[in-house]
């Protein structure tokens, strides 16, 4: 078979820049995409690194305009699609008394109805050349965990959406998966934009919580997976002759998730991340 054509989302940094050069290393044709192409620096200081290239576009997941001229242009230029690997997500902290419901709106807008948008723009194409669907969810998207209340329930969504879809798309030949990874070092908490300092001092009557949660969170970043480890996990997905509906980028990410969905009442959950919240004597 040629090249598969493969389009991934959310290449500026992170997992993402990492799936892009590990898939065109694994010999998929990568369109690179992002937001905005002046941040392509860092994507192709790594392919020229592993000596590998990539086609670089523009796209945003929030804008329909934008993922229909990408997909056009992807298909006038490379005649076919076979891949989409929705990547592009944002990281969110907040709690609903303290956000409003646009606030929520918007942290579904990128990590769940971008997902929804891309993929709607990649069925017909990955119908066409029986193609596959791979979306990086979270383990946040199997684990509801404190202070990510609107993107644990993107990434839930994203898994809901896309483990029901996984049969009915398996009709026309495109097979569908999930990925989930714990914590990865990437731009992702940077790219949240605030401070601990500063949303400890918004949180209100939450700040001990938040506070005890970030110190929680902080010490689980320190000891994050490589945002290579975590693509070359999902590029194993991406590549593998019969892929899993669902995968996770390391065991702990696949211990943690496989505890979630085994506790039928959520009580293993809720004792867990309890203790996430619960400030020190
Ligand atoms: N890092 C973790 O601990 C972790 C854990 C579980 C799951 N994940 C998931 O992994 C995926 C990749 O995240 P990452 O860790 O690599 O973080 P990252 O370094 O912040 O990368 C996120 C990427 O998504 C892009 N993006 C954000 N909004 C977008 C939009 N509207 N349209 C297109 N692209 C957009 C960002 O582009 P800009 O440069 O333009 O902002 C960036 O390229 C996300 O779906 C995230 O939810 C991450």
């Keep these: 078979m040629t090249s598969p054509i493969t389009i991934v989302t959310g290449t500026s940094s992170g997992i993402g820049l990492e799936i892009a050069v590990q898939a065109a290393a694994a010999g998929h044709t990568v369109v690179a995409t992002m937001r905005d192409t002046a941040k392509a ?3 192709r200081d790594a392919a020229s690194a592993l000596g590998v290239s990539v086609d670089i576009r523009t796209l945003d997941v929030t804008d329909p305009a934008s993922i229909d001229a990408c997909f056009s242009s992807v298909l006038a230029d490379h005649g076919r699609i076979d891949a989409l690997v929705n990547n592009a997500g944002a990281g969110h902290v907040g709690t609903i008394e ?32 029986r193609g596959r669907l791979v979306t990086v ?19 839930f969504a994203v898994e809901g959406f896309m483990q029901s879809l996984a049969p009915v798309a398996e009709t026309v030949g495109v097979k569908v998966s999930v990925v989930e990874p714990g914590a990865v070092a990437s731009e ?16 209100g009557p939450y700040a001990p919580a938040l506070g005890a949660y ?13 945002s290579t480890d975590a693509a070359a996990a999902i590029v194993a997905v991406l590549t593998a002759d019969a892929p899993p509906l669902r995968a996770q980028t390391s065991d702990g990410a696949r211990a943690f998730v496989g505890a979630s ?19 020190q004597p």
């Design 41 to 43: 620096g860092p994507l």
């Design 98 to 129: 303290n956000e409003s419901v646009d606030d929520v709106r918007r942290v579904m807008e990128v990590n769940f109805f971008g997902v929804v948008a891309a993929s709607k723009a990649a069925m017909p194409h990955l119908r066409e050349s």
């Design 137 to 155: 969810t979270s383990v946040g998207g199997a684990v509801g965990q404190p202070f990510s209340e609107a993107y644990c329930a993107a990434k």
């Design 188 to 203: 992702f908490v940077p790219n949240i934009g605030l401070s601990s300092a500063d949303m400890v001092a918004q949180a």
């Design 214 to 226: 970030l110190a929680r969170s902080g010490s689980s970043f320190a000891n994050a997976q490589s």
């Design 261 to 279: 969905l085994a506790d039928t009442d959520g009580s293993a959950v809720l004792g867990l991340t309890r203790t996430w919240v619960a400030v």
